[in-house]
């Protein structure tokens, strides 16, 4: 099974990646050993997580959740699916991201 998840950092940002292991995963942000983005950022909390059963399935949802903006992810991780579709017919094709993560 794989994880895609969503982070709070301390800075109020929020950062979207994937595992294997999410228990494992976690671990290593909250520590700091993870280069990167998360690095700095300590400390960092678990807002959402989803469950995929294929590595494929997981790359598809991170990188699609990551296109999307601040209030779209904060809306999905609120099951607000209604929200989320209104924001979806807001963005025009080619615009650019306005979230952080």
Known sequence: MFWVYILRCADESYYTGHTDNLEQRLGQHQAG?????TA???PVELVWSQECVTREEVLLAERQIKGWSRRKKEAM?????????????????GDPSTGSG
């Open 40 to 42: 700095m950022r300590c």
């Open 33 to 37: 050993e993870c280069e990167g983005y």
């Open 77 to 93: 991780m609120c099951g607000d699916w209604q929200e989320v579709a209104r924001l979806a017919r807001r963005r025009k094709k």
